[in-house]
């Protein structure tokens, strides 16, 4: 295989480089584009179940906390 590639014409094995770095940068962008449409379906679907974050102590209609005045 070594004698092969050194053997062919440079141009013949800066194409092959070329189409190979081509074809993992396809990949590489296929794979992310993927990954962005899942996460944002995840999040459409997250944001629709949910209205306002409360806090459990929120939700149990606890009081709200008093601010300290300190001392003057």
């Not at 094995?13 to 189409?19: D, F, G, L, Q, W």
């Not at 996460?39 to 601010?67: I, L």
Request: aromatic fraction near 0%.
């Amino acid at each position: 295989m070594i004698k092969e590639r050194r053997t062919q014409r440079p141009e013949a094995r800066n194409a092959a480089r070329a189409a190979a770095v081509q074809e993992g940068k396809e990949k590489k962008a296929a794979a992310e584009s993927k990954k962005k449409a899942e996460k944002a379906k995840t999040a459409a679907t997250s944001a629709r179940g949910q209205a306002v974050k409360v806090s459990k102590q929120g939700a149990k209609g606890s009081a709200p906390k008093v601010q300290a005045s300190g001392r003057r």
